[in-house]
């Protein structure tokens, strides 16, 4: 088992504080007096997701929606399956995925494709961390938070094999 000790912080508890500062201003300027539904992707998103509402400084609803996509701890195998589905109807609603982080980009444009088939008015995606070298398929970011390079992260909601999601800063696991 790795000491979280050991692992090299890459992004600080106050630097993902304003982060998410930032972007919750963003999409409550964008969304005035709509009435979004966030649909977080589990699990990685949920500490991100539950900062983030309480920032906005507009009324939502929000859903979760579970994917997994098979493959090793470090890498995603491109295959992605639903496992928990969507409890909200999203049809003519303003929907904003909130992800813990665009890597291949497979996991959000399948999540993309899922909500489009079920006719939403608009469809945006927030995401607090990118790592554009490794993106497989174009995906538009339309709130980022952080570009990262090519390194393996845990915290804030992510994880290696389920370790590290309780961490409250984004640090590095190198082989
Ligand atoms: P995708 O490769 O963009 O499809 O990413 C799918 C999922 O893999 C993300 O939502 C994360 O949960 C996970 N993932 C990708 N890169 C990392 C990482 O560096 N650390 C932890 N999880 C990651
Ligand atoms: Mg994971």
Same mark, same amino acid.
């Given at each position: 088992m790795i000491s979280s000790d050991s692992l090299e912080v890459l992004i600080t508890e106050e630097e993902i504080g304003r982060v998410v500062h930032r972007l919750a201003q963003e999409i409550s300027r964008d969304y005035g007096d709509k009435h979004p539904l966030l649909? @977080?992707?589990?699990? @990685?998103?949920?500490?991100?997701?539950?900062?983030l509402v309480r920032l906005l400084e507009i009324p939502v609803e929000i859903d979760f929606i579970r994917i997994s996509s098979y493959g090793s701890s470090k890498v995603s195998s491109g295959k992605v399956r639903v496992v928990h589905g969507l409890n909200s109807d999203v049809k003519g609603r303003d929907v904003i995925i909130i992800d813990d982080i665009v890597d291949t980009g497979l996991a959000t444009s399948f999540v993309i494709d899922y909500l489009r088939k079920r006719k939403p008015a608009s469809v945006k995606v927030c995401a607090l961390l990118d790592k554009p070298s490794r993106r497989q398929t174009d995906v538009i970011i339309d709130y980022l938070g952080v570009k990262i390079p090519d390194r393996f992260v845990v915290g804030y909601g992510l994880d290696y094999d389920e370790w590290f999601r309780d961490l409250p800063d984004i640090r590095v696991v190198d082989d």
């Open positions: 649909l @977080g992707i589990l699990k @990685g998103s949920f500490v991100f997701m539950s900062d």
